[in-house]
């Protein structure tokens, strides 16, 4: 069967971000996704109303019964809620060393609206050392490192634990936006894509999934993410809009 990718992720019932993201972009990297969902929200493409996170136990039982009958080829990690959830998803990787995981430490909605328990800016560090890359944007970089400065913040991500960062720059201001991929400390490749012209819902899922789709796969990390972006770029460029002054859906599918 093709290479199976465990996303532990939120449910966006608007079906811009989230496990549904997830999905699609799993499967449009031609890996299959089998779900883990960490938690419930209450959003549409405007704004975040509150979330629920499921009980870690039952989570765990979930994700253990997968990988034992499934050929999981990497894990993705987007929305993880509370610490309890972190810790959760820790063991199991502890338990899976060799599969990779592309952890999207997701904060906020890129509509702003938090998707984490307060406690989780300290908590997500835990699982860095784990992860095959962290794919923050601008914002949570600053966030997760206590730092303004940028170079500084992402320096930090790496005494943190992270191996490889994927920095997005995407809430940076400017007519391109910018992303480098960092491993150990050194800028190994970045890219350039210029800005469209809406705010997207899940974009952040997008790509991440989408470089865990191309892991599962076999390839290396510098083309599953540039795969990804382009990939990426054309869901953006062809995404539903459904208000004028709301967040645009990638077409993924
Ligand atoms: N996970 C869930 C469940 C979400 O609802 C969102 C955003 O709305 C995200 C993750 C992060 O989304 P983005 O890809 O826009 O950063």
């Known amino acids: 069967m093709r290479p199976v990718v465990l996303c532990f992720s939120g449910l966006d019932p608007s079906g811009g971000a989230g496990l549904q993201a997830d999905i699609e ?15 419930l929200t209450i959003q549409d493409t405007r704004r975040v109303y509150g979330f629920q996170a499921i009980d870690p136990a039952f989570l765990r039982q979930q994700a253990d019964k997968v990988l034992a009958d499934l050929p999981v080829r990497a894990i993705k990690c987007g929305m ?25 430490p997701v904060l906020a909605a890129n509509s702003g609206g938090s998707l984490a328990d307060p406690r989780m800016v300290t908590e997500l560090a835990s699982l860095f050392a784990h992860a ?7 914002l949570e970089t600053r966030w997760l490192a206590a730092r303004d400065n940028l170079d500084e913040a992402l320096a930090r ?3 943190l634990g992270a191996k490889a960062v994927l920095l997005k720059g995407g809430h940076e201001p400017g007519p391109m936006i910018r992303n480098v991929l960092s491993v150990d400390g050194k800028i190994v490749q970045t ?23 191309g892991l599962a796969r076999g390839l290396t990390l510098p083309v599953a993410i540039t795969r990804a972006e382009v990939w990426l770029q054309s869901t953006l460029a062809d995404a539903d809009l459904p208000h004028a002054d709301g967040q645009a859906i990638p077409k993924r599918i």
Do not use: F, K
């Open 25 to 39: 972009a799993v499967a449009a990297q031609g890996a299959h996704a089998a779900v883990v969902c960490t938690a």
């Open 80 to 104: 993880l809620a509370n610490p309890e959830v972190v810790a959760m998803v820790r063991s199991v990787c502890a338990d899976h060393p060799q599969i990779p995981l592309v952890l999207d």
């Open 132 to 138: 095959a890359v962290i794919t923050p944007n601008s």
């Open 157 to 159: 991500l790496h005494e």
């Open 191 to 213: 890219s350039q894509w210029p800005r469209l012209p809406h705010e997207y819902h899940g974009s952040g899922c997008t790509l991440a999934s989408a470089i865990a789709g």
